[in-house]
């Protein structure tokens, strides 16, 4: 065969807005405003197929409905701005893409399409989307044929001088893409409906995060960006470094990054804290982990573990021991030697904040993903305590207290909070920059510039996550079009990435199983799942349930079927907390 068509939207093209949200964007949009214009457009063009009005065009849509009377100069104004949307609504399907890429080697290409966008359109859309060689664009609009009635296919056989066997039509539809070429024997291919499923490892990653996370994290940085006014904005490292990539990426911007991670901020401004404040509070604003050792959280201070370790058996305490009460008396003990011990952190860490903060007035917007705001909590006990007049205020993906804080997902524990710290790992790994924590500061070439620790990412966590976050990427910077103003529905696309995160599927789970996760110094798998030889051990099942991130996704990991993870997650959960009531 020498020829190749395809179908356009569906197949080489998805939409990033479905229609009804894209006409909800337009009458809010800089080619507006028109009141009722979302409404007045769904009609218009049912009422063009009530009457029995097929392969009408955009031109006649504004000619129906509300739009009947409209004076000549808008309704031109009005179908330009619409085809401009839509131009910029288009994004590239991937299974399209890839079998573009086969048959455009030796094939000459068509596009055909029932719609009532023109060639002239749909052409600038293929071209700006990675389809150069669509040598020709069969319009229902503008042929009066449409592939659904089979016109169309007629019309592009009789136009090419050539027979059916010439021709191989591929498209999405059952009835217009496979079932009505074949009446005309043209060989047809079917892929799945909304362009099918990609196929490869990298192609699935980078859908997820455009299709599933991008709209999130889009709607975030608009609502970020309305929070900010006024405000000194620091993104904080080391997730909030991708939350400024997407919001650099929408509004064109280069903020600030405060390379700050809990490690140095301990360090840094312990012991300003051990010279104010009470122990047990200490403990509270550096966030103590479930299962501290005593040992681990000497290392958190940064001191000379060996010399404390030794301290501390000279008390009876065992260093693999969990915190208890003598814990508490030991720091108060050695409080003076621990301050001494720290106190060549702190120097450097308020240089760094004086260089990169505006410490001597206005409001600065700390942000991060989530999900307690502690950091925040603690820098502003620190500067509190230099005398520091700047007022702090946290805006995260997530929080669960509002205190001088702000969630996008959720602000205050409610039933949105539990259901997203069930994946909180996957949003902060998927967040997660490629370098190592900050691990302190040191002057060079009299600037203070942060220490980092390497990196515990492999290459193939490494190329995992980057392929989701291109994903989200690319999805805000296509989101540039509307202007940083607010398109999706917000509850729409949340409950979609939550019900990813809730109920995963099995090759999700798959996927993410190589990357890898990393809290308060410790590196672990995201879905550590046990093997067979773990459940000799239950214990050692037990431990790796608890210390998962994303329980739902390591239920589906460890067993395999395709159960309802979330809602057995939530019966256990219920158990555990009528044991401690």
């Known amino acids: 065969m020498s020829y190749v068509s395809f179908d356009v939207y569906g197949t080489l093209i998805k939409r990033i807005l479905p229609p009804k949200t894209l006409y909800q964007a337009m009458e809010n949009g800089r080619g507006g ?87 002239r359109v749909i052409e600038k859309i293929l071209h700006n989307n990675g389809y150069p060689h669509i040598e020709r664009i069969y319009v229902s609009c503008e042929e009066h044929k449409s592939k659904r009635t089979g016109g169309l296919f007629q019309k592009v056989l009789d136009d090419l001088q050539i027979s059916g066997n010439e021709l191989l039509h591929i498209g999405d539809a059952v009835r217009s893409d496979f079932l009505m070429p074949k009446r005309y024997g043209i060989s047809s291919k079917r892929i799945a409906a909304h362009g099918g499923a990609p196929q490869k490892r990298d192609e699935i990653l980078y859908q997820t995060g455009f299709d599933i996370f991008g709209p999130v994290f889009y709607e975030f940085t ?37 390379y700050v991670s809990r490690e140095s901020m301990i360090h840094g401004s312990i012991a300003v804290l051990l010279e104010t404040a009470d122990m047990a509070a200490i403990l509270k604003l550096i966030s103590i982990q479930r299962n501290e050792t005593n040992e681990r959280l000497i290392r958190r201070f940064g001191v000379d573990t060996e010399k404390y370790k030794k301290l501390l058996l000279k008390e009876n305490l065992k260093p693999e021991g969990l915190l208890t009460e003598a814990t508490v008396q030991f720091l108060e003990t050695h409080r003076r030697e621990l301050i001494q011990d720290t106190r060549k952190y702190e120097e450097g860490f308020l240089a760094y904040l004086r260089q990169n903060m505006d410490l001597e007035k206005g409001r600065i917007l700390l942000v991060d993903i989530g999900w307690k705001g502690s950091m925040q909590t603690l ?51 998927l967040a997660m920059p490629f370098h190592g924590s900050v691990q302190g500061y040191e002057k060079q070439d009299g600037h203070i510039r942060p220490v980092f620790s390497p990196s515990e990412h492999t290459a193939s966590s490494k190329n995992r996550i980057r392929h989701v976050q291109n994903g989200i990427l690319d999805l805000c910077s296509r989101m540039q079009f509307w202007e940083g103003r607010s398109v999706f529905d917000r509850e729409e696309v949340i409950e979609k990435m939550v019900s990813y995160g809730r109920f995963p599927k099995r090759k999700n789970v798959f996927l993410e199983e190589g990357i890898l996760f990393y809290e308060n110094g410790r590196t672990y798998p995201l879905v550590d799942a046990p093997g067979w030889k773990d459940f000799l051990n239950l214990k050692c099942v037990r431990d790796k349930f608890m210390e998962c991130s994303w329980k739902a996704g390591w239920m589906c990991r460890t067993f395999k079927l395709p159960l309802p993870w979330y809602r057995v997650l939530r019966i256990l959960r219920k158990k555990a907390d009528s044991r401690q009531a």
């Not at 955009?58 to 085809?83: C, P, S, V, W």
């Not at 205190?403 to 996957?426: M, Y």
Request: charged share 30%; proline share 1%; with cysteine.
């Open 33 to 119: 405003p028109y009141r009722n214009f979302a409404q007045n457009r769904i009609c218009a063009e049912k009422e063009l197929q009530r009457k029995g009005r097929q392969n009408y065009t955009l031109d006649e849509i504004y000619h129906a409905g509300a739009f009947t009377g409209l004076k000549e100069n808008i309704r031109e104004n009005m179908i330009r701005y619409e085809e401009e949307c839509e131009m910029n609504n288009a994004a590239p399907n991937e299974e399209g893409q890839r079998l573009y890429g086969i048959f455009s080697k030796g094939n000459r290409l068509l596009g055909i399409s029932d719609m009532y966008l023109s060639s």
């Open 222 to 258: 608009v609502w970020l960006h309305r929070l900010a006014k006024g405000k000194q904005i620091c993104f904080l490292s080391r997730e909030g470094e991708f939350l400024k990539r997407c919001y650099d990426a929408v509004y064109g911007t280069d903020e600030k990054i405060l």
């Open 379 to 429: 820098l502003t006990k620190y500067l509190r305590e230099k005398q520091q007049g700047v007022r702090v205020e946290g805006a995260y993906l997530g929080s669960t207290d509002d205190r001088e804080k702000q969630g996008f997902l959720f602000c205050c524990k409610n039933e949105r909070c539990a259901d997203v710290l069930g994946f909180s790992g996957l949003l902060e790994s």
